[in-house]
């Protein structure tokens, strides 16, 4: 029932960053979508590899959030 939990919230996030037209709330739905990933991968008994590929997506995402805030500023 967890697996399917969790693909079911993989997929949404999937979804939800595809549709969205702001990129304040893509950072966002990122972030979940890598702890929903990683989750899925804990069920499956890969926590070693979840935890190193949500550091790396972290790490990708801090490229992110330095383009959410020059937004912002550009929008003030």
């Known amino acids: ?14 979804l939800a960053v595809t549709c969205n037209l702001s990129p304040y709330y893509d950072m966002l739905d ?11 991968l804990v069920s499956l008994r890969a926590s070693f590899i979840s935890l190193v590929l949500f550091l790396a997506n972290l790490g990708g995402m ?9 937004v ?3 929008a003030d």
């Open 1 to 14: 029932i967890l697996h399917f939990f969790l693909d079911v919230c993989f997929l949404l996030e999937a």
């Open 30 to 40: 990122l972030v979940v979508r890598s702890v929903v990933g990683c989750g899925w």
């Open 62 to 70: 801090l490229g992110g959030v330095v383009f959410v805030y020059s």
């Open 72 to 74: 912002s500023l550009a």
